[in-house]
């Protein structure tokens, strides 16, 4: 996966398992796993950092301590990516990103493409203007059904990040941002920041800076 990600021109991959309990990640052995990888991608000579982090189940957010969270936020700067329940977002999302900023992080909405109901534009806006940014998955922006829907949810503001969703190097999605990217380039009001989605702004978000993305969302005509 490492490989194919600096075939695509990644440097840095955040290793973001998932924090749910059907899968059996012990969080406090994460960062100690990571540092053996990146020895291990030192050792062959590929050029690619692997940083921590975690996809975390809504429904799990209020059973971590702070401490956990702490430690599966994307690379320690407390932005925690946030696997929505299943179903079309809902209020529950909305108050967990509440909840959330009042223990001191701050969100990153995973996959919301993957949640849409007759509401989602305007439960996006709502999660933005509560603090959160929504990361969407390349392939997905790139081709396939869900392309139009997503690009011009772009066109209005409400794609901040782009990621590959991959699980494997074998099957299903690649480590790949390029060709969804080269789809954000192609839409107007986001085409100047099309770079930013996955340089700029995942860089800040590993930094743990507040992240100001560099257009905002395009309201409703009355």
């Known amino acids: ?15 973001t398992p998932h924090i749910r309990p059907d899968h059996p990640v012990v969080i406090g052995e994460v960062e100690r796993r990571v540092q053996e990888l990146n020895t291990e991608l030192e050792r062959r000579e590929v050029g690619v950092r692997v940083v921590p982090g975690g996809e975390v189940s809504e429904p799990m957010l209020d059973e971590l301590t702070e401490e956990d969270l702490r430690r ?22 909305e108050l967990a990103v509440d909840a959330l900023t009042r223990r001191g992080f701050r969100s990153l909405v995973a996959h919301p493409e993957r949640h849409a109901g007759g509401d989602f534009r305007e439960r996006l806006e709502a ?8 990361q969407v998955t390349a392939a997905l922006i790139a081709a396939g059904p ?10 209005l503001g409400l ?21 969804g990217l080269a789809r954000l380039r192609e839409v107007p009001p ?3 920041y099309a770079e930013w989605t996955v340089r700029e702004g995942p860089a800040a978000i590993l930094a743990g800076e507040d992240v ?9 005509p009355d």
């Open 1 to 15: 996966m490492a490989r194919q990600a600096a075939a695509d021109g990644i440097e840095v991959v955040a290793a």
């Open 72 to 93: 599966v936020s994307l690379d320690g700067g407390g932005w925690i990516l946030v696997e929505p329940r299943p179903g079309p977002l809902s209020d529950h999302l």
């Open 127 to 134: 999660l933005v203007a509560a603090g959160a940014l929504i």
């Open 146 to 155: 869900a392309a139009p829907v997503m690009l011009e949810l772009a066109a």
């Open 159 to 179: 794609v901040h990040v782009l990621a590959s969703d991959a699980h494997s190097s074998r099957a299903g999605r690649p480590v790949m941002l390029s060709e």
């Open 190 to 192: 986001v085409a100047p």
């Open 212 to 220: 100001m993305p560099p257009f905002a969302p395009v309201p409703e």
